[in-house]
């Protein structure tokens, strides 16, 4: 069944199965499964209908700028 979902779906999925915080726990699975395999394997419509969707994406832009830039910036 879970076949049919990717590496960062099922991670999701699974923390979600676990019971308890699921919000939380999910929350925090789906931030690690999103920076180790990458925003390409976030589904469209999940990202979608998660609030503020847009601000985190260029705040990720810019902190990857300034990491890649190898240089200190404090204007975030």
Request: with cysteine.
């Given at each position: 069944m879970?076949?049919?979902y990717?590496?960062?779906?099922?991670?999701?999925?699974?923390?979600?199965?676990?019971?308890g915080?699921?919000?939380?726990?999910?929350?925090?699975?789906?931030?690690i499964?999103?920076?180790c395999?990458?925003i390409?394997?976030?589904?469209?419509?999940?990202?979608?209908?998660?609030?503020a969707?847009?601000?985190?994406?260029?705040?990720?832009?810019?902190l990857?700028?300034?990491?890649s830039?190898?240089?200190?910036?404090?204007?975030?």
């Amino acid at each position: 069944m879970l076949l049919q979902y990717n590496e960062f779906q099922r991670t999701v999925i699974y923390a979600v199965s676990l019971g308890g915080d699921t919000d939380t726990i999910a929350s925090m699975a789906g931030a690690i499964a999103g920076a180790c395999y990458g925003i390409d394997y976030i589904p469209a419509e999940w990202s979608d209908a998660c609030e503020a969707t847009h601000t985190a994406k260029q705040l990720a832009d810019k902190l990857y700028q300034i990491v890649s830039a190898g240089h200190d910036d404090s204007s975030l």
